[in-house]
Nanobody, 122 residues
């Protein structure tokens, strides 16, 4: 079992930055691929980024590539999402999730946080 708690969301102007954090409970954090997803009102949940367990390979959705950076600190059981050059279309509820697979499909993620709201004003 892994429990995930996101933080760091908020309201920011277009062009601004935010850093999301996701703290995980349990001693098995390092065995999971960690992902960030987002869901805007009326839209499906979409993949944003993921990072693998120990090799720390990272993957991004095309819409955020070059602007967002995912990282993890296995000693602190925490995964981060640095978001720069934010745009109004980035407005969504952002979730972190844990999976035993390196995948972009949210159905392959076993554990989810409650989400943190990111709102970008124009």
């Amino acid at each position: 079992q892994v429990q995930l708690v996101e933080s760091g969301g908020g309201l920011v102007q277009a062009g601004g930055s935010l850093r999301l954090s996701c703290a995980a409970s349990g001693r098995t954090f390092g065995t999971y691929v960690m992902g960030w997803f987002r869901q805007a009102p009326g839209k499906e949940r979409e993949f944003v980024a993921r990072i693998t367990r120990s090799t720390l390979n990272t993957y991004y959705a095309d819409s955020v590539k070059g602007r967002f950076t995912i990282s993890r600190d296995n000693a602190k059981n925490t995964v981060y999402l640095q978001m720069n050059s934010l745009q109004p279309e980035d407005t969504a509820l952002y979730y972190c999730a844990a999976s035993t697979y390196s995948a972009a499909d949210p159905l392959l993620y076993n554990y989810w946080g409650q989400g943190t709201q990111v709102t970008v004003s124009s």
